[in-house]
Nanobody, 121 residues
Framework: QVRLVESGGGLVQAGGSLRLSCAASGSIGSINAMGWYRQAPGKQRELVATITRGGIRNYADSVKGRFTISRDNAKNKVYLQMNSLKPEDTAVYSC???????????????WGQGTQVTVSS
């Protein structure tokens, strides 16, 4: 059984920073891309940032220059450093990973349960 567990969410004032972490655990064979997505109340889930195993990053325009995604392949973790936070960044942030279980051949997209980020004005 593979799990993704996020941590690091919370309440912060506008202009502040938070660092989210996501750890993949279980019988993991290999992980390709990892990413962060968010969903605000009444809105669809949107991509925040992704990172390949080799470190190629992709960001939503709304977070470029403020957020940084990184990963530790040895620890099966992905991080999201969020600076200069705005009230419109308020959402549930979820991580995902294209992951192959150790007993499997194919890659599947796995999701964490999400962590709440609230930015007050």
């Amino acid at each position: 059984q593979v799990r993704l567990v996020e941590s690091g969410g919370g309440l912060v004032q506008a202009g502040g920073s938070l660092r989210l972490s996501c750890a993949a655990s279980g019988s993991i064979g290999s992980i390709n891309a990892m990413g962060w997505y968010r969903q605000a109340p009444g809105k669809q889930r949107e991509l925040v940032a992704t990172i390949t195993r080799g470190g190629i990053r992709n960001y939503a325009d709304s977070v470029k220059g403020r957020f940084t995604i990184s990963r530790d392949n040895a620890k099966n973790k992905v991080y999201l450093q969020m600076n200069s936070l705005k009230p419109e960044d308020t959402a549930v942030y979820s991580c995902n990973a294209d992951l192959r279980p150790s007993s499997g051949t194919y890659y599947y997209t796995n999701w964490g349960q999400g962590t709440q980020v609230t930015v007050s004005s």
